[in-house]
Structures are given as structure tokens and as C-alpha cells.
């Protein structure tokens, strides 16, 4: 353990921070998502077109709700 790398990992014990694992989860839900209503037929998509579902399609649902 070294204290550098201890700063990080206490980070989550501080209040005013968003915990690591929760933002991980966060992260993960999100891409689930994605995969699931706009690249299921994608195995490995290209940055490029990941970018454009996300502004094109995902964007658009998110702020009709």
C-alpha cells in the first residue's frame, strides 16, 4: 500500500464525494442500456458510431422523458 494510491481509496469515505463503486455501477447500468436498445447488434462497436447513438438516439429518449 502506498499513500498515493491511499488517497484514492479512502476517497470513498469522505461525504462530499460520490463513492467509487457507486459511480462503476453507474457506468455499468448505463452501458447495459446502451447495448441493449442500440448496439445489440454491435459485438465490438467503433467509437465513432458508439458516439453517435449516444447523441442521436440516446440523448434524444432521455430528454423526452
Known sequence: YKPEAWRNWARTAVPDRIP???TTKLI???WKVLKRNHLYRYNRPRLDLLVF???Q???PELRHK
Open 20 to 22: 467509487t463503486a457507486k
Open 28 to 30: 455499468e447500468a448505463h
Open 53 to 55: 447513438v449516444i447523441t
Open 57 to 59: 438516439r440516446h440523448f
